[in-house]
């Protein structure tokens, strides 16, 4: 049986809820309620503008650049050839692109390599410095400051492929016999008869290197700078996000030497990056480099722009 606390505990909750719900009948919550939630369908719809007008300045910008690259990169490096070297990473888009903007500035095309995952990952550093003493040229030598495997391989790599303006070339033959031996053993990939003498070198990588990528940035930027420095000059480009962590860009950019080696681009895969290269390839002719684009490290977004305000920590 009921009890009579218990009846009136049940009338007290009945009161409570007829209560409550003349309290929200009355609006007072509902139009509270609505007029947050309004607010924050305006602040939504604000936003949602703002994002509209990016977007639409942004195309804007990238219409103009695509219009206007022709015009800023023709003849830029005419009567120069340039050699295109490819890191594992690299995009082939990126590759394309960049091979199409050198054609645009009237370089000579001096051909396509390709260093492979064996040897950025340096897992046979004893072959490969067996194959590079073996393989430099008769009456050449290499720097002897360079020991590390990377820029051992970079010297070489120069001195069979690359030139300064007024010297010449290392002779075919020997250019052909050093690289078949790096490519039998694994270490570079490139189509027969399709590499040729040049005095401007561009580098192409891709994004940011992974985490468990070891060694492999170093590596590869002290040999873009060895290779470069036996050219006339060279660039080292890579897509947004690529001058980060221990990737090539990011270590040339942290090293005086290897900076002033090597120009380097980090928004290739953009319209801005790849006019950028060929202006840096021009100023690597009069033997200046630079750090240029949007990334950590880089001085101006691009040639003959002001320098980049020095980051505060955060």
């Not at 120069?80 to 070297?85: G, Y």
């Not at 064996?118 to 046979?124: F, G, P, W």
């Given at each position: 049986m009921i009890s009579l606390r218990q009846h009136a505990i049940s009338l007290v909750a009945v009161f409570l809820a007829l209560a409550l719900g003349l309290f929200l009948g009355s609006g007072f919550v509902g139009d509270r309620v609505n007029s947050l939630t309004g607010t924050s369908r305006d602040r939504v719809g604000d936003l949602e503008q703002q994002r509209d007008e990016l977007n639409a300045q942004v195309n804007a910008a990238s219409g103009f650049d695509a219009a206007i690259a022709?015009?800023?990169?023709?003849?830029?490096?005419?009567?120069?050839?340039?050699?295109?070297?490819?890191?594992?990473?690299?995009a082939d888009s990126d590759v394309d692109s960049a091979k199409e903007a050198l054609s645009?500035?009237?370089?000579?095309?001096?051909?396509?390599?390709?260093?492979?995952?064996?040897?950025?990952?340096?897992?046979?550093?004893?072959?490969?410095?067996?194959?590079?003493?073996?393989?430099?040229?008769p009456g050449a030598t290499l720097r002897a400051e360079l020991t590390d495997s990377g820029s051992r391989v970079g010297d070489l790599l120069g001195t069979l492929l690359l030139h300064r303006s007024n010297q010449p070339a290392a002779a075919a033959s020997d250019s052909q016999t050093g690289l078949q031996t790096l490519r039998d053993g694994g270490f570079l990939t490139y189509a027969d008869n399709a590499i040729r003498p040049a005095d401007l070198v561009l580098f192409v990588s891709g994004d940011a290197l992974s985490e468990n990528a070891g060694a492999q940035g170093q590596l590869t930027a002290r040999l873009t700078a060895a290779m470069a420095a036996r050219a006339q000059g060279g660039a080292l480009v890579g897509r947004s996000g690529s001058a980060t962590g221990g990737s090539p860009i990011a270590v040339v950019r942290s090293d005086p030497a290897l900076r002033n080696a090597v120009s380097t681009v980090d928004n290739v895969d953009q319209q801005t990056g790849l006019i950028t290269t060929i202006l840096a390839l021009g100023e690597e002719t009069q033997g200046?480099?630079?750090?240029?684009?949007?990334?950590?490290?880089?001085?101006?977004?691009?040639?003959?722009?002001?320098?980049?305000?020095a980051r505060t920590p955060s």
């Open positions: 022709p015009r800023i990169m023709a003849d830029r490096l005419k009567g120069h050839s340039v050699l295109v070297v490819t890191l594992p990473n690299a645009t500035a009237g370089a000579t095309f001096g051909g396509q390599l390709g260093l492979t995952d064996k040897l950025v990952r340096d897992d046979n550093a004893e072959q490969v410095r067996t194959i590079v003493d073996q393989t430099i040229p200046r480099s630079g750090s240029y684009g949007t990334g950590a490290g880089a001085t101006a977004i691009t040639v003959g722009a002001q320098p980049a305000p």
